[in-house]
Nanobody, 124 residues
């Protein structure tokens, strides 16, 4: 069964860190680029970061540059999003999605399968 499962979300204080994981099953992650997206309450979903199938190319939204790092371990069929210096405005449900292209895109078109999301709340 094809699945993308996000984990690692939770409640963290401003300035704290979390590492999100996106674990794939039912297919081999090697041939897909992966994107992380987030949706805050009352807002549209937005692209956060993405990584090419090889891991050699990454992209970050301006709002997270220098704070978030995306990586992948194809042997573990997992993509990670390390989030540091978290801010209250990072509060959202975070989703990972796959794209059948070696290069990723910061925009939703082209992503054909999505996980169910993990909640990240940044609050004191």
């Amino acid at each position: 069964q094809l699945q993308l499962v996000e984990s690692g979300g939770g409640l963290v204080q401003p300035g704290g860190s979390l590492r999100l994981s996106c674990a794939a099953s039912g297919f081999t992650l090697d041939y897909y680029s992966i994107g992380w997206f987030r949706q805050a309450p009352g807002k549209e979903r937005e692209g956060v970061s993405c990584i090419s199938s090889s891991g050699g190319t990454t992209h970050y939204a301006d709002s997270v540059k220098g704070r978030f790092t995306i990586s992948r371990d194809n042997a573990k069929n997992t993509v990670y999003l390390q989030m540091n210096s978290l801010k209250p405005e990072d509060t959202a449900v975070y989703y990972c999605a796959r794209r059948a292209h070696r290069y990723c895109s910061p925009y939703e078109p082209g992503y054909d399968y999505w996980g169910r999301g993990t909640q990240v709340t940044v609050s004191s």
